[in-house]
């Protein structure tokens, strides 16, 4: 009665099973999650925890074992690679926590990648990611190929990538995990506000401080959720 | 794109590249110098003559004890009559007679073959006579001591000097020199063509070599395809000349310029191909080099994969960027190797003792090849890069 806002992300008995030698490991033993639009969720866990596995689940690089994966109303944990290959180009932008730009494209060129792939003419490209790129406030380094910028630049610049498609969703892993405490800050101020402009956004970190910016904040442990708290809860990894 | 990758390892694309501009260069030039030996044969054996037949005598045979061929004697002028009067489609019909000679003008002396001939030899040999005149019919008919000689001859014996109207000895009898013969070069046995004294026939079987016999007869057909019927028709006729009957071996051979001709072609084109083929193989080496560094920059972009295939290329995305790698190497290969081979098949024709040929085939040939030996050689590495998958792809250090 009180949940009119639509769910973007509807987990339901999510498994993924790995054959070690002739025995099933579980890394996610039946995840059960919905993430409303516009909701900022942390994930959180240790390492080892199936945290990974669950966010490449989500951002469509990986398939579940078992359950159902539906991403904006559309079941996608059965679809082929290249389907799963344009859902990620259209609905989901990823940051990276080593930023994995193309060393040897300008700035511009690594923001405009994704909008190769959606088949965007070359102008409107430019056009686009020259936008997203004044947004982080990088319009300056354009022209810069990535070893050219400092790591908070870099991280921007992946910003702005994940942007650039205007997708539903924004994936973050560890996306301040290499970065000093000013960069860190600065990038935690970008998400907040695409927060605030109501975009989904799921970040895994395992740093406390970091989670604690996030609406909504999830641990896992051993393939399952066993937390799901509110803003304002600190919450122990260890 | 595919130019931008190519241009970040510039060295390694170049040493990439040589393998393909070697294969395409070798296979062109190797093919022009085959050619060019073949034409030069053709032009060879076509200038001796087009739709020839020669007739020669026998071998002779004592008690089984052959010899040479040619070495009978029964190959009359009368029979070379026979066959011009009773054959059809002939045009000419030469019979001749040769032997060595010294020949004397003055206080200069020169060895050389003396020819009997009829005024036709002229004709069935294409021959032309740069100043005087040809043997005649006349001269044949009365046994004239009158000759013809080679520009080679001609040099040797009386410099700068006019030879027509001159008198010459051979065989210490005077000859009056008619004629002075355009210069014909090489044979393609490397003999001097030039290099030859022509006289009547009657008179070099009379007056000077005391036979009556000839060595050959040279006959023109008048229409290509009738060759095996005018020599089928010979050698019906010259059987009953020579009483042969039944089973019995002819005294005689009639050889066939254009069979000749057919397998010195037949032989060249087999060399051509056989180089081809050899150079073909390095071009092959080529593709596997392609190959080979395509395997590598695969391995050595897997992250770059990755990175392309979380923000959403598909596998065809990534199969064509990497094609279209391989494929450009291949063309820009192809068209330097087309310079290449067409520059040192130019030098080997020019410094070289080499005819060569450059025809579109084989350009076309070797440069299609080398694009779709890019292309072949690429699809392997390029189909490896657009299966990594993602996760593991992002994760490769």
Redesign the interface.
């Known amino acids: 009665m009180s949940n009119i806002e639509k769910i973007t992300i509807s987990l339901r008995g999510i498994k993924k099973l790995y054959k070690v030698g002739d025995q099933e490991v579980a890394a996610l033993n039946g995840i059960d999650l919905d993430i409303k639009e516009g909701e900022f969720a942390a994930l959180m866990g240790p390492s080892g925890s199936g945290k990974s596995t669950l966010m490449n689940i989500l951002g469509c690089l990986d398939r579940p074992s078992v359950g159902s994966y539906k991403l904006d109303g559309q079941e996608v944990a059965h679809l082929s690679d290249d389907m799963l290959a344009r859902t990620r180009n259209q609905k989901i932008g990823f940051v990276f926590q080593n930023f994995n730009l193309l060393s040897r494209i300008s700035a511009l060129e690594n923001v405009a990648l994704p909008l190769v792939y959606a088949g965007v003419d070359s102008d409107e490209r430019e056009e686009r990611a020259m936008y997203f790129l004044e947004q982080v406030g990088l319009a300056d380094r354009a022209d810069h190929q990535p070893n050219e910028l400092s790591g908070g630049q870099r991280q921007r610049v992946a910003i702005a990538r994940a942007l650039v498609n205007d997708p539903q969703i924004i994936m973050a892993d560890e996306p301040t995990g290499n970065l000093d405490t000013k960069s860190t800050k600065e990038i935690m101020e970008i998400f907040q506000s695409m927060h605030e402009k109501g975009r989904t956004i799921i970040l895994v970190t395992h740093e406390p401080d970091i989670a604690v910016c996030a609406s909504r904040q999830l641990l896992v442990r051993d393939g399952v959720i066993t937390r799901d708290e509110g803003k304002g809860v600190v919450l122990d990894v260890v | 794109m595919a130019f ?2 190519l241009l ?1 390892n510039k060295m390694r694309s170049l040493l990439t590249m040589l393998g393909i501009i070697i294969g395409v260069g070798a296979v062109i030039a190797m093919v022009s110098v085959g050619m060019g030996v073949k034409s030069d044969v053709v032009n060879s054996i076509s200038s001796l003559g087009s739709n020839m037949l020669i007739v020669s005598p026998g071998s002779t045979n004592r008690g089984g004890v052959r010899g040479a061929a040619g070495s009978r004697t029964n190959l009359k002028y009368d029979d070379a009559k026979a066959i011009k009067e009773k054959i059809k489609n002939i045009d000419f019909v030469s019979p001749s007679v040769s032997r060595s000679y010294q020949i004397v003008y003055g206080n200069q002396n020169w060895n050389s073959s003396v020819m009997g001939v009829t005024p036709e030899y002229m004709s069935i040999r294409s021959l032309e006579v740069s100043t005087g005149s040809f043997v005649s019919e006349s001269d044949n008919n009365k046994r004239n001591r009158v000759a013809v000689i080679g520009s080679t001859v001609a040099t040797n014996l009386f410099g700068t000097t006019n030879p027509v109207g001159q008198n010459i000895r051979v065989n210490n009898q005077p000859f009056k020199v008619i004629g002075v013969l355009e210069s014909k070069g090489q044979s393609s046995m490397g003999q001097d063509q030039d290099d030859v004294v022509i006289v009547p026939l009657t008179t070099a079987m009379e007056r000077l070599m005391a036979m009556d016999y000839v060595s050959s007869v040279n006959i023109q057909v008048s229409d290509a395809n009738k060759m095996d019927q005018v020599q089928e028709d010979i050698e019906v006729l010259l059987r009953q000349r020579h009483k042969i009957i039944g089973g019995k071996e002819d005294d005689f051979n009639v050889r066939n310029m254009t069979s000749l001709m057919e397998t010195m072609s037949q032989t060249t084109t087999m060399l051509t191909i056989l180089l081809g083929s050899i150079a073909g193989i390095s071009l092959v080496v080529g593709g596997i080099g392609i190959m080979n560094i395509m395997m590598v920059s695969v391995t050595e972009r897997t ?2 994969i ?12 990534i199969m064509m960027q990497f094609l279209i790698e391989s494929v450009v190497i291949g063309v820009i290969g192809g068209i330097i190797g087309i310079g290449m081979g067409c520059g040192l098949s130019m030098l080997v024709g020019k410094f070289g003792n080499f005819t060569t040929v450059i025809t579109p085939l084989p350009v076309l040939v070797s440069f299609s090849f080398s694009v779709g030996i890019g292309l072949f050689f690429g699809i392997y590495p390029a189909r490896k890069a657009a299966k990594l998958d ?2 593991e792809a ?1 994760r490769y250090e």
């Open positions: 931008t990758a970040a992250r770059e990755g990175i392309r295939k979380a923000l959403g290329a598909t596998f065809q995305n993602p996760i992002l």
